[in-house]
Nanobody
Framework: EVQLVESGGGLVQAGGSLRLSCATSGFTLDYYNFGWFRQAPGKEREGVACIIRRASTIYYADSVKGRVTISRDNAKNTVYLQMSSLKPEDSAVYYC?????????????????????WGQGTQVTVSS
């Protein structure tokens, strides 16, 4: 059974940093793509960052580009999201998602994750 468990969220002041972790189990990371998404109250879920393994490509949403870094550690079965220079508008529940690299579909690169597995989310709150 595929399981994803996020951690590392919390309350931080604007300008601060957080590192989110996504611990995985039930599958090997080698042939999966991983993404971080977030959803703020009253807003739709949006993609933040993702790693597309086959293309060796990393995507970032324009709203976070230059402030976040996604990485994966296959040996630890963990995916990370390092966030810095946080803003109040970054406040949201952050979710980790994994999907087989064989799944494709628009809108790229975020679309395939709709068919993937998701964690329960971790709350990030940035105070001004």
């Amino acid at each position: 059974e595929v399981q994803l468990v996020e951690s590392g969220g919390g309350l931080v002041q604007a300008g601060g940093s957080l590192r989110l972790s996504c611990a995985t189990s039930g599958f090997t990371l080698d042939y999966y793509n991983f993404g971080w998404f977030r959803q703020a109250p009253g807003k739709e879920r949006e993609g933040v960052a993702c790693i597309i393994r086959r293309a060796s490509t990393i995507y970032y949403a324009d709203s976070v580009k230059g402030r976040v870094t996604i990485s994966r550690d296959n040996a630890k079965n963990t995916v990370y999201l390092q966030m810095s220079s946080l803003k109040p508008e970054d406040s949201a529940v952050y979710y980790c998602s994994a999907v087989s690299e064989t799944v494709v579909g628009p809108p790229e690169p975020w679309g395939p994750f709709s068919f993937g597995s998701w964690g329960q989310g971790t709350q990030v709150t940035v105070s001004s």
